[in-house]
């Protein structure tokens, strides 16, 4: 079974800062690493996810994650936050060889501060 | 547009009092999943359906029941609800059932059990 850790559950950062959302999962299988983003009141939409190749995969609104093996960790960056970013950050990671079944972290609540 | 859609988005109900919460979506999906969040514990699987008459416990399943008689369709039914069933539901739906595939996620039905 897979199971994701998401150490911090609240973030707070000034706006322009840079930031990190830590994701470290532990899986006995390959697994595909999925970042969702749930904006208030929303349901979750995909920022990003590695599938394979490149470690580093980008979204377009300027997160990136690399996917580190060695270290089982998927976390999340930004070089400079705006206001809008202002949103809970679910890890996710599924089974290469199973079903497409989603096993979440429980999330970061990331708060950007004029 | 491309969506899946939840109703009702808020609904508050008394115990044992048998409820539906519908899901739809139009993008001929075959997989289609419903979660449960909760504070703290970030989503967890109640059911997921790999096509229309297959469908699967997930992490949490004790309580709801579920089933796929048409593609696009996946209603979450809860017998007999009781107050550990307060919480936020989400219904997603994927291309496919393997774990590569986005996760397409409805807005989220808020259920009280009084």
């Known amino acids: 079974a897979q199971s994701v850790t998401q150490l911090d559950s609240q973030v707070p950062v000034f706006e322009e800062a840079p930031v990190e959302l830590r994701c470290n999962y532990s899986?006995?299988?390959?697994?595909?690493l999925f970042w969702y983003v749930q904006y208030p009141n929303q349901g979750l939409q995909l920022l990003l996810k590695?599938?394979?190749?490149?470690?580093l995969v980008e979204s377009i609104n300027g997160f990136e994650a690399e996917f580190n093996k060695s270290q089982t960790s998927f976390h999340l960056r930004k070089p400079s936050v705006h206001i809008s970013d202002t949103a809970e950050y679910f890890c996710?990671?599924?089974?290469?060889?199973?079903?497409?079944?989603?096993?979440f972290g429980t999330g970061t609540r990331l708060t950007v501060i004029p | 547009e491309a969506q899946v859609t939840q109703n009702p988005r808020y609904l508050i109900t008394v115990t044992g009092k048998k409820l539906t919460v519908t899901c739809s979506q139009n993008?001929?999906?075959?997989?289609m999943s419903w979660y449960r969040q909760d504070p703290g514990l970030g989503l967890r699987q109640i059911y997921y359906s790999m096509n229309v008459e297959v469908t699967d416990k997930g992490d949490v399943p004790e309580g709801y029941k579920v089933s796929r008689k048409e593609k696009r369709n996946f209603p979450l039914i809860l017998e007999s609800p009781s107050p550990n069933q307060t919480s936020l539901y989400f219904c997603a739906s994927s291309k496919g059932g393997t774990g590569r595939y986005e996760q397409y996620f409805g807005p989220g039905t808020r259920l009280t059990v009084t």
């Open positions: 899986s006995s299988v390959s697994v595909y």
């Open positions: 590695y599938l394979s190749g490149s470690t």
């Open positions: 996710a990671v599924s089974d290469k060889t199973g079903a497409n079944n989603l096993f």
């Open positions: 993008m001929n999906h075959e997989y």
